[in-house]
């Protein structure tokens, strides 16, 4: 089993290229390409505002092509990427195809795009269907991910789009194509008031579920810490990974864990995330399948 790690918190302090080549020297097999940055969302107003990063200029693929050559230096590949979102916003849904062509030019095999928290599966069908024929051209898939809102009045997450095994099992099928796939985000699975767990999201997938998004949390809010730090129990839901035959990357989404390092001392951090990372594909080879 591989791991990975998304980049896009590294990328705050020390920039992407840094990123790609610390990610490598910590152990890691593969970086997750974040492209947040594509857009800057104005989460007050609704709105995009003025943006210099190269993954909004013309120049994207090459951006892109640089960060993957970073890579292959360093012995590592891109896996997967994230897009921009969120994906209700018309103009971050002009930058989508964008993201799955860098994703293509990085030489990732997945990109995971938001589904809209409050659309059906027949709604945000519409959305997939519609750049499934552009990420074919360019041989990557989609991946959809199990979303929440959250409920100020009970202090809880609520149900949101492929939240529960049901509507993500039903975001998948009603689209039915082997380039759109699930990718699992273990700690929106956990949050309390999710209304289900990661095990049974992972049993339900079964062979739909392509991708992970790996972290930690306090089993009540979104915390995206590094595993084995909080309350998450990790050994079940790799039981239940060994059980489906889950074969794909082991990817950390902790991007909260490292808010608190500096430029001086964010390699510990990536270590640390590492070192977590294989501490789970340990855990998963010693499972008898």
Same mark, same amino acid.
């Given at each position: 089993?591989?791991?990975?790690?998304? /980049?896009?918190?590294?990328? +705050?302090?020390?920039?992407?290229?840094?990123?790609?080549?610390?990610?490598? +020297?910590?152990?890691?097999?593969?970086?997750?390409?974040?492209?947040?940055?594509?857009?800057?969302?104005?989460?007050?107003?609704?709105?995009?505002?003025?943006?210099?990063?190269?993954?909004?200029?013309?120049?994207?693929?090459?951006?892109?092509?640089?960060?993957?050559?970073?890579?292959?230096?360093?012995?590592?590949?891109?896996?997967?990427?994230?897009?921009?979102?969120?994906?209700?916003?018309?103009?971050?849904?002009?930058?989508? +195809?964008?993201?799955?062509?860098?994703? =293509?030019?990085?030489?990732?095999?997945?990109?995971?795009?938001?589904?809209?928290?409050?659309?059906?599966?027949?709604?945000?069908?519409?959305?997939?269907?519609?750049?499934?024929?552009?990420? +074919?051209?360019?041989?990557?898939?989609? =991946?959809?991910?199990?979303?929440?809102?959250?409920?100020?009045?009970?202090?809880?997450?609520?149900?949101?789009?492929?939240?529960?095994?049901?509507?993500?099992?039903?975001?998948?099928?009603?689209?039915?194509?082997?380039?759109?796939?699930?990718?699992?985000?273990?700690?929106?699975?956990?949050?309390?008031?999710?209304?289900?767990?990661?095990?049974?999201?992972?049993?339900?997938?079964?062979?739909?579920?392509? =991708?992970?998004? /790996?972290? *930690?949390?306090?089993?009540?809010?979104?915390?995206?810490?590094?595993?084995?730090?909080?309350?998450? *129990?990790?050994?079940?839901?790799?039981?239940?990974?060994?059980?489906?035959?889950?074969?794909?990357?082991?990817?950390?989404?902790?991007?909260?864990?490292?808010?608190?390092?500096?430029?001086?001392?964010?390699?510990?951090?990536?270590?640390?995330?590492?070192?977590?990372?294989?501490?789970?594909?340990?855990?998963?080879?010693?499972?008898?399948?």
């Amino acid at each position: 089993m591989k791991i990975s790690t998304e /980049i896009g918190s590294i990328a +705050k302090i020390i920039g992407e290229e840094r990123a790609v080549e610390y990610v490598a +020297k910590a152990g890691f097999d593969a970086w997750d390409f974040s492209m947040f940055a594509m857009c800057r969302y104005d989460w007050a107003t609704k709105s995009l505002l003025k943006n210099h990063h190269p993954l909004a200029s013309d120049n994207y693929l090459a951006f892109a092509r640089k960060l993957k050559q970073i890579g292959l230096d360093n012995g590592i590949c891109c896996n997967q990427s994230h897009a921009p979102f969120p994906t209700y916003c018309k103009e971050i849904r002009s930058y989508l +195809k964008r993201a799955i062509e860098c994703t =293509a030019e990085a030489g990732g095999k997945i990109c995971v795009i938001h589904p809209d928290n409050n659309k059906s599966p027949q709604e945000n069908a519409e959305m997939y269907l519609e750049l499934l024929p552009f990420a +074919k051209q360019h041989n990557v898939k989609i =991946a959809t991910e199990n979303m929440w809102n959250w409920n100020k009045e009970l202090d809880q997450s609520s149900f949101a789009a492929c939240a529960t095994p049901s509507s993500f099992c039903e975001h998948i099928d009603v689209i039915n194509d082997d380039f759109f796939v699930a990718c699992l985000d273990i700690g929106h699975a956990e949050m309390r008031g999710s209304d289900t767990t990661a095990v049974e999201m992972i049993k339900a997938l079964g062979p739909r579920l392509k =991708a992970l998004h /790996i972290h *930690d949390n306090d089993r009540w809010h979104d915390s995206h810490q590094i595993p084995f730090s909080m309350n998450i *129990d990790f050994l079940p839901i790799l039981k239940a990974l060994k059980a489906i035959g889950y074969d794909g990357y082991f990817t950390l989404e902790a991007d909260k864990y490292l808010n608190d390092f500096t430029a001086d001392n964010v390699f510990d951090g990536i270590n640390n995330m590492a070192n977590s990372a294989k501490k789970l594909v340990e855990i998963f080879n010693d499972i008898k399948g």
